[in-house]
């Protein structure tokens, strides 16, 4: 936990610097990729957390297997994204009004490496080496602020080209340290069949709700910078950014919950409390920040931003809500994610399209895309939570 508050802490400083640094216009190409890079991250989440969930139950010959194929395809889904990336990124330019499109290209050389990552990573979360964890998540970060300032104050180019070189460069040292163990390349593997369904079932529900983590998280930002002239979704970025601290904070508590409620699970023990726990800790860290949001909206984006972003200070403390229903909802998606539990991603698709949908016909100014998430977000959290009354009244009475 302390490693991912120093990691968070890291990526935040990463984004505060360049909005500083590069200024509204600029950095809103740069969040753009910044975006782009946690749109990434979701969609290769489905890797690590299928792995972290395996490695858990599988052991020896069939985790081997396992973990063989995971590699295997993941570098082949890694492939097909970055080679998406880069044949398209004249498209990307146009659609989403940057100045050059070889950052795309440069950020969709990196994009295999991601995945391979993703993986490894997957492997020290599900048998708790959250030493390595923590030094592959450092690893990233820290390369990434210092290459990436290096670039931008030694190099006279288009800064959004020097960010993406730097994210890029990143995914190689996020690979440090790696697990090599148990890989064996020319070895043709193969899973007993109802391992294999299960797999396959767990990898489908994972990716179908990173999915709607996508569109939840980072919709918002894309349609903005599509929608909005380019000086307004630099300042849309760094409120969107000041918001969401609440949702980084929130992802170090579901990468201690999943192993912890699939061990439960697998031991036949009550994780309920768990869960308790958590949302209570997310509860409390959101109202802090709303509360703090509301009551000093120019001071908090004066210190971080500076005084060329203040004009959206007054939708602060809204997008804090926003963000703060979304966290607490996502803590129970998880939490019925790692008990393949179907219902809960259905909702939070249903709700992320609702998002879109609300935003694409309500996108006058600013303040109307930030009400739409908070209603969208509102109702998700609402459902999220008769689903859990409801899970808890069937799971009683099947005790009984």
């Known amino acids: 936990m302390i490693s991912v508050i120093i990691v968070n802490g890291g990526n935040y400083l990463y984004n505060l610097l360049l909005g500083r640094i590069l200024g509204p216009e600029e950095f809103a190409d740069a969040a753009l990729l910044i975006t782009f890079l946690l749109v990434l991250s979701f969609v290769a989440m489905t890797f690590q957390l299928s792995t972290a969930k395996f490695s858990v139950i599988f052991e020896k010959e069939i985790f081997k297997s396992f973990i063989n194929i995971t590699y295997k395809y993941s570098s082949i889904t890694g492939i097909i994204f970055g080679v998406l990336m880069i044949v398209f990124s004249k498209q990307l330019q146009a659609i989403f009004n940057t100045q050059s499109s070889t950052m795309f290209i440069l950020f969709g050389i990196g994009v295999p490496i991601y995945f391979i990552m993703s993986v490894n990573r997957g492997v020290f979360q599900g048998s708790k080496k959250f030493d390595s964890l923590a030094i592959t998540y450092q690893g990233e970060m820290i390369s990434r602020l210092t290459i990436t300032l290096i670039l931008i104050y030694t190099i006279t180019f288009q800064s959004s080209v020097l960010v993406a070189s730097g994210i890029a460069i990143s995914f190689l040292f996020g690979l440090i340290p790696f697990r090599s163990r148990d890989i064996e ?38 349609m903005v910078k599509h929608y909005f002239e380019t000086y307004e979704a630099g300042l849309y970025a760094s409120l969107a950014l000041i918001g969401r601290v609440v949702y980084f904070v929130a992802w170090m508590f579901v990468m201690l919950l999943l192993p912890k409620v699939v061990q439960k699970q697998k031991d036949g023990e009550s994780h309920a409390p768990i869960l308790f726990k958590y949302v209570l800790y997310i509860t409390l860290l959101s109202a802090a920040i709303v509360l703090g949001c509301f009551l000093f909206p120019e001071f908090v984006i004066n210190i971080m931003f500076g005084p060329e972003y203040i004009s959206v200070a007054p939708l602060l403390w809204k997008y804090a809500i926003a963000t703060s229903l979304f966290a607490i909802s996502n803590i129970f998606a998880y939490y019925f994610l790692s008990l393949d539990q179907y219902i809960p991603v259905i909702l939070s698709a249903l709700l992320g399209i609702s998002q879109v949908v609300l935003i694409i016909f309500f996108h006058n100014t600013l303040s109307e895309v930030v009400i739409m998430q908070i209603i969208a977000m509102a109702i998700l959290l609402t459902f999220q939570l008769f689903f859990f009354i409801s899970y808890q009244k069937l799971s009683k009475k099947e005790l009984n």
């Open 185 to 222: 390349v020319t070895k043709k593997h193969k899973l007993p069949k109802a391992e294999s369904k299960y797999i396959t079932k767990f990898f489908i529900l994972t990716a179908f709700y990173e999915l709607t983590q996508i569109i939840i998280n980072n919709s918002d930002i894309l």
